[in-house]
């Protein structure tokens, strides 16, 4: 077998140096009714050639040249080729988390830059090297929170990711989280302050907003956080389009920020892999899950960097950890690096734009259904035609429309969230704009 | 003496932030084919932000140099042996890389319909199938995104079960050879952690769980083998004990490398584990992550995976959301697919019986090293390994070196270090995982290495604590790193200066 370096007569070899007569023996100690004697029912190893067909296959299975109006999470950027070409060295990709910080300067190294940019992006004082993604961001913030203020009360916003929030439901099923929802407003598509007033109490420690929130508004973070703080509890704000903070006030008066960087050159992969992060000020910084790399200096004065702060975590505190992490997602984070090297300050300010002046296009064809400011999704009124309909038809035409929202939200049934990146074709918005044109009525 | 590299030059390199100028740019973008908006006006002024500060400002060229110079800085599996334990530094193929990366693939956006997302669906069907055959488990769920990440999931899951059955429990038992993120993971879960002590084989003392395991004792988490590379021969007798109780055994699938094709956890009494992809299953650590956490569960357990399911309905793939006691979501999604395609690809490179021979070829070379190293270190546990081996410094202790002293000294060598410190039940262990992707000579290279520092530290000890040597920087201070953190790169502030 190709990935297996050794000759029958190297084995051999190595066997008699054991003591051996067979490899078989190397198993002779394990109990008789733990072994597995019969074959794997797996197919026999094919070869290179036969696996990029295989794969060839699948990936004609799926949609292949068609436009998208997808957001809701996950975007279509565009990648710069330097991208993979630098994720693609072995040096990066066939490396261990970086603990052995003198071979490890690379990674490590970056890892700085990217906890920096992080920094500059969201106006937090640090970042840690990576969360799974965004979705798990939102609990490990949340429970960051509970440790912090000693309340265990979450109130989220319902413009939240749906899938975020479900998420955050399931790592509160211990107990460990009391989780609520407060509404949005009806007009604007921005979250009900007045609901969260009403909730709100001196046991919660958390409030969790997401801006642009899901249905791509921009939300005013200035006034949940002072209600938030009258009561002692803490800000979260989540982001789930990264490219918005290229032209979006950072959230400064957050007291955590969690998000996923997935705009950032990451593909969309069917869901996966992405990176998240989470960006906090300085005072919490040993509440924060995840790892963190600082800047030191070597036995000869040099600058070095290292993994550090480790005492929050799980190899060390065992039970008693921030978390349960053990991995960041450092390869993905290292595409998202690379993404802010390439456009850096400029061209992500240019980009954002770009993404503005797209989808503010694509609604002055549409009915926006609120009010509220967008960056580049918003959700359309479909005239109370199915979602699926209108969907049919564009799929007619290779392009795939915005989400249905009826199934997170049953008063949104005939709304679609629709979303534009500097990659929509304007031709492709003017189909949309013809299929959600009211069907003429025969006479 | 050293056999394996030599010195040779790389080049210094500053961070972005200090390469930045004004204006440099390493991007265009194609001009608008619709009107430009003016952000003050349909944002509103108030949400927009002025320019960010320090951010980068760097021309093409100097990026690509940027990353390219960073990376010669790192070792890789690419440049030789990685013998971390329990971490399976085994080779991954580049074709995983190539397939993941296809546009049907790499552009499928989580939310298409289900009709243009057959191929998908598909992939990680096919991968859940293939998993559960290795594992003799039931179901599969492919959605936690890593190891920590299926060990949470397992124990979600055991709770919901017991939850049903009327009672969560209270307790996990954890042996004291596991890995923190065991205990770590029991703690999220809303469990409190009792440490139960190894026997002297390094192994679950049978009799100590007879005794402590009762109502309150939800699971075991056990690694199989362990984390000294033993196999739990009492695995079965294990087992009986937690379930005559009602009580569910968990397996850390860390080092599943030691077992495919060779034993099935599922017929052995495991009621749920979770696997690693970027382990077992050849997908690139990458520094760090992304990696793969698949949980794969008995038929009790099934009910309770978490949403969405796959199923196969009227000859399609399907996503089925209506699975009431499901424990919910524990990642948006459907897990990390780009590690699932990698992983699979894996999987159909090998086959069944390949499969089964990448392990005894793990498990041949774990042996080996043990025999070409018992002459020159100390081997606590005398029981037979699988893929990994633990010894002790307890040796070169007595000369004033420690485990980690050895291992930054096997830098100077030409090979990244084995895991230091850990388990912790071995006083100055030196865990090692070779693989099966190692070949004899860089073995022997390996062995040659360790002997020829175990003679170092009796004749120059120093040589030994004071490495690395040959490194670009020195040993690193993570003491100052800790007590004063600097976490990000600040404008004007002199740092130290970049190594040269």
Known sequence: MRYLPKSDSERREMLAVCGLQSAEELFAHLPEDVRFEAPLALPPGISEFEIVDYFHARSAENANGYASFLGAGVYAHYRPVMVDTVVSRGEFLTSYTPYQAEISQGTLTTIFEFQTMICQLTGMDVANASMYDGSTAVPEAALMAARITGRHRVLASRVVHPEYREVLRTYGRHGQLSIEEFGYLPDSGTLDLEDLERKIDNATGAVIVQSPNFFGIVEDIRSVAELAHKHGALLIVIFTEAVSLGILQPPVDADIVAGELQSFAIAPSYGGPYAGIIATKERFIRQMPGRLVGETTDSRGNRAFCLTLATREQHIRREKATSNICTNQALIALMATVFMSVYGKQGLRELAEQNLAKAHYLSSLLKPRFTGPFFNEFVASTNGRAPEEINQLLLKKKIIGGVALGKWYPELEHCVLLCATEMTRREHMDEVGRAFEPVPQAA | ?500
Not at chain 2, 63 to 89: E, K, Q, V
Not at chain 2, 90 to 119: F, M
Not at chain 2, 282 to 294: A, E, F, I, L, R
Not at chain 2, 443 to 472: G, N, W, Y
Request: aromatic share 6%; with cysteine; proline share 7%.
């Open chain 2, 1 to 500: 003496m050293i056999a394996k590299v030599r010195s040779h030059i790389t080049q210094n390199e500053l961070l972005l932030f200090e390469q930045s100028s004004p204006g440099k740019k390493g991007y265009q973008l194609p001009p608008l084919d619709v009107p430009p908006v003016d952000a003050a006006t349909v944002l509103g002024a108030a949400n927009v932000r002025s320019e960010i500060d320090g951010f980068p400002e760097v021309s093409e060229v100097e990026t690509i140099r940027h990353f390219t110079r960073l990376s010669t800085w790192n070792y890789a599996i690419d440049l030789g042996l990685y013998p971390l334990g329990s971490c399976t530094m085994k080779y991954n193929p580049r074709v995983n890389e190539l397939v993941a990366r296809l546009d049907g693939l790499a552009w499928a956006h989580p939310y298409q319909p289900e009709a243009l997302a057959q191929g998908a669906m598909n992939i990680m069907a096919r991968l859940e199938a293939a998993l559960a055959e290795i594992t003799g488990m039931d179901a599969v769920t492919l959605q936690p995104a890593a190891g920590a990440h299926g060990e949470l999931t397992g124990i979600l899951l055991i709770r919901a079960l017991l939850e049903k059955r009327g009672n969560p429990r209270k307790k996990v038992l954890i042996p004291d050879s596991a890995h923190g993120t065991n205990p770590a993971t029991a703690a999220i879960a809303g469990y409190s952690v009792e440490n139960i002590r190894s026997n002297d084989c390094g192994s679950v003392d049978l009799a100590q769980l007879e005794r402590i395991v009762d109502q309150d004792v939800a699971a075991l988490m056990v690694t199989n083998p362990n984390t000294l590379g033993v196999f739990e021969a009492n695995i079965k007798s294990i087992a009986d004990i937690l379930h005559k109780k009602g009580a569910l055994l968990y397996m850390d699938g860390a080092n599943m490398n030691a077992l495919v094709g060779i034993a099935q956890p599922g017929r052995f009494g495991v009621d749920v584990m979770h696997l690693n992809l970027h382990k077992t299953f050849s997908t690139p650590h990458g520094g760090g992550g992304p990696g793969g956490g698949p949980v794969a569960v008995k038929k009790i357990l099934e009910p309770f995976l978490p949403l969405p399911r796959l199923k196969h309905l009227r000859n399609r793939w399907t996503f089925d959301y209506k699975r009431p006691r499901s424990i919910g979501r524990v990642r948006a999604f459907y897990g990390n697919f780009g590690v699932i395609v990698r992983a699979l690809a894996y999987i159909l490179a090998h086959g069944g019986n390949g499969l089964r021979n990448a392990t005894v070829d793990a498990v041949l070379n774990a042996n080996y090293i043990r025999k070409k190293l018992e002459p020159h270190y100390d081997l606590p546990f005398k029981a037979p390994n699988m893929h990994e081996v633990v010894f002790s410094d307890d040796r070169q202790a007595k000369h004033g070196v420690r485990t980690g002293d050895i291992a930054k000294r096997l830098i100077d060598y030409g090979f990244h270090p084995y895991t230091v410190s850990f388990p912790l039940i071995v006083r100055g262990a030196l865990m090692i995982e070779p693989t099966e992707t190692e070949g004899k000579r860089e073995l022997d290279l390996f062995a040659d290495a360790m002997a020829s520092i175990a003679q170092e530290v009796e004749t120059d000890p120093e040589l030994v604590r004071s490495a690395p040597h040959s490194t670009r920087i020195s040993r690193v201070d993570e003491v100052t790193a800790a007590r004063r953190p600097v976490l990000k790169w600040k404008p004007g502030t002199p740092s130290a200066k970049p190594a040269d």
